[in-house]
């Protein structure tokens, strides 16, 4: 039995869980998806190779709690740096200058990654639903906006979102990228 190092069972099992996610990302960034073990991330969370098996079934669940975890921190980030913009066209500017700065510092290379993984469809489709996380904030954006279908907005901003994100992927400057994305939005379907 692994002694317990948490107050309770529940925060051992959640610390350990955190601890495997942070160094299954680790390796997967500094190393790449082929490296992502369980030996590879269970060394790195400096814990036995068996224990990998006590908080994940397969490689593919720690994959997809690393998606969801760099998700759910991009989304948090997002959403603290909307809470001191002014609503509006303000807001969708910052929305899209943080999305484009976040992608530059690295922060987009994890989804990179996992597009090389060769998930099985239900965990694709699972990811795929999780990613509209990522878009919560930009609806409340949207919403303060004159917009005739917010659906449509949402769809060709997403578009618009992808091709800059690609562009600062591969080495465009994510100033300039951040200022065209935005002005084809507004001079396009936002008013």
């Not at 948090?76 to 809470?83: K, S």
Request: glycine share 6%; with cysteine.
């Amino acid at each position: 039995m692994p002694r317990i190092v948490e107050p309770t069972l529940a925060e051992h099992r959640a610390s350990r869980v955190a601890a495997l996610i942070a160094a299954g990302e680790s390796v997967l960034r500094r190393k790449g998806l082929a490296a992502v073990t369980p030996r590879s991330v269970c060394e790195q969370a400096g814990l036995a190779r068996t224990s990998f098996y006590d908080y994940f079934n397969t490689k593919d669940d720690l994959l997809i709690a690393i998606a969801i975890d760099a998700m759910e921190r991009w989304a948090a980030d997002i959403e603290q740096l909307l809470a001191h913009v002014e609503p509006g066209l303000p807001a969708l500017k910052a929305y899209i200058d943080a999305t484009m700065q976040m992608t530059a510092e690295g922060r987009h290379d994890i989804a990179s990654a996992l597009r090389e993984a060769n998930l099985k469809p239900s965990k694709m489709d699972d990811l795929m639903t999780l990613h509209g996380v990522l878009f919560r904030p930009l609806m409340h954006v949207l919403a303060g906006l004159e917009i005739n279908s917010l659906e449509r907005a949402l769809a060709m901003l997403e578009g618009l979102l992808n091709a800059g994100v690609g562009l600062v992927t591969r080495g465009s400057d994510p100033g300039e990228i951040s200022a065209e994305v935005y002005r084809a939005a507004t001079r396009g379907f936002i008013q």
